[in-house]
T-cell receptor, first 115, second 111 residues
């Protein structure tokens, strides 16, 4: 299957700082990528759709100014959590579609802990 | 996208077949059934998908009823490494078609 990587795999930061998470498609190009968030013992929630060369589309209730998304190339999308607070601590996962059916393949996730 | 219903948890003995059911009674004609699984603290892993015919790959088999209102994912010989949360998702076609995750089925494979 297609490979999607994320960096870093985990990060600890102080409250008020910004954190950038990278999502890369390693063996295919993706004009669209998706960002999800998962709190403990809960399911994945879609945050936004990242579009190469245009603005991201955010799901209802997700603050676009807090979660900045940049789809810089056909293999890279970044999510920046600005002015992070403890309630932003979560597991952030990206996915990218590929293949004839545009099946989504997921990255390994980034665990964020805000102190 | 159509909503799915799955049992919250199931147990399966190692070496036996694991049969995970999913109801999707409101599925429309152009929507596919996708299965993913998520092993603890990892990103979801794609397993299989289908439209109306049964499908099989190296990981699993997918059986879709004739009326397409339900399906079953079959892991033919479950191992301890198959312990995970399994998600059944109904999805339309196209790059922008979103995946909406429900609560899934937590499969526990035991010795």
């Amino acid at each position: 299957g297609a490979v999607v990587s994320q960096h870093p795999s985990w990060v600890i930061c102080k409250s008020g700082t910004s954190v950038k998470i990278e999502c890369r498609s390693l063996d295919f190009q993706a004009t669209t990528m998706f960002w999800y968030r998962q709190f403990p013992k809960q399911s994945l929630m879609l945050m936004a759709t990242s579009n190469e060369g245009s603005k991201a589309t955010y799901e209802q209730g997700v603050e676009k100014d807090k979660f900045l998304i940049n789809h810089a190339s056909l293999t890279l999308s970044t999510l920046t959590v600005t002015s992070a607070h403890p309630e932003d601590s979560s597991f952030y996962i990206c996915s990218a579609p590929t293949g004839g059916m545009e099946t989504q393949y997921f990255g390994p996730g980034t665990r964020l802990l805000v102190l | 996208d159509a909503k799915t219903t799955q049992p919250p948890s199931m147990d399966c003995a190692e070496g036996r077949a694991a049969n995970l059911p999913c109801n999707h009674s409101t599925i429309s004609g152009n929507e596919y059934v996708y299965w993913y699984r998520q092993i603890h603290s990892q990103g979801p892993q794609y397993i299989i998908h289908g439209l109306k015919n049964n499908e099989t790959n190296e990981m699993a088999s997918l059986i879709i009823t004739e009326d397409r209102k339900s399906s079953t994912l079959i892991l033919p010989h479950a191992t301890l490494r198959d312990t995970a949360v399994y998600y059944c998702i109904v999805r339309g076609t196209g790059t922008a078609s979103k995946l909406t995750f429900g609560t899934g089925t937590r499969l526990q494979v035991t010795l």
